[in-house]
């Protein structure tokens, strides 16, 4: 099974055999016109995938930043995903 939801940004979680794979996505095609993808991670668990993407999502574009900036964009980037979660199961 594929997660693909704009909250996650360029990542999609691939969950196969109760194992859960962080895949980004990318803009680059093969010579056959296959979107190329990028194995990032590998999870145990849909928490731990969901854990990681927020982390990576907040590492987009901060090559340096201070611990304040980085807390705000953690929890910036993790009510997006949460606001995802929640609307869903509503």
């Known amino acids: 099974m594929k997660i693909k939801d ?7 979680i691939h969950q196969d055999s ?6 980004e996505t990318t803009e680059y095609k093969d010579k ?3 979107e190329i993808i990028k ?5 145990s668990s849909m928490e731990s ?3 990681n993407i ?3 999502r907040v590492q987009e574009g901060l090559d340096v930043c201070d ?5 705000e964009r953690l929890k910036e980037v993790n009510q997006e995903v949460m606001m995802a979660f929640e609307k869903e199961t509503v």
């Open 18 to 23: 109760g194992n859960y794979s962080i895949i």
């Open 54 to 56: 927020v982390k990576l």
């Open 49 to 51: 995938a969901l854990k």
């Open 6 to 12: 704009k909250s996650l940004g360029k990542y999609e």
């Open 67 to 71: 611990l304040k900036t980085y807390i």
């Open 32 to 34: 056959d016109g296959k």
């Open 39 to 43: 194995n990032v991670s590998y999870c």
